[in-house]
């Protein structure tokens, strides 16, 4: 499965952007999906994930109540609709696909995209 992560850029403090993560294969819907971030420095984080029905979700607490993933199987693509975005939030995000359910845990997952650039400035 090849993955591409898109809709990352600038934005203010308190602003909104959405993620999107496409998948090159109709499989990816037997796949659950996560969201990780690296910011300068710092190890690899758990963001959020989502089963492959979409019927659990799961999230960081630093990003609970801000964060919403979802996705579209029919468009094999998972979003991360990020709002009320803090200078913290600064990172790079990847997605990823997991048939684990060690969701908060990046070894767990199989295949990565390639990384968006999200940018939180104050």
């Known amino acids: 499965v090849q993955l591409q992560a898109s809709g990352g850029g600038l934005v203010q403090d308190g602003g909104s952007l959405r993620l999107s993560c496409a998948a090159s294969?109709?499989?990816?819907?037997?796949?659950?999906t996560g969201w990780f971030r690296q910011a300068p420095g710092k190890e690899r984080e758990f963001v959020a994930a989502?089963?492959?029905?979409?019927?659990?979700?799961y999230y960081a607490d630093s990003v609970k109540g801000r964060f919403t993933i979802s996705r579209d199987n029919a468009k094999n693509t998972v979003y991360l609709q990020m709002s009320s975005l803090k200078v913290e939030d600064t990172a790079v995000y990847y997605c990823?696909?997991?048939?684990?359910?060690?969701?908060?845990?990046?070894?767990?997952?199989?295949?990565w995209g390639q990384g968006t650039q999200v940018t939180v400035s104050s």
């Open positions: 990823a696909t997991t048939r684990s359910s060690s969701y908060a845990t990046a070894g767990a997952y199989d295949y």
């Open positions: 294969r109709r499989t990816f819907s037997s796949y659950s």
């Open positions: 989502i089963s492959w029905s979409g019927g659990h979700t």
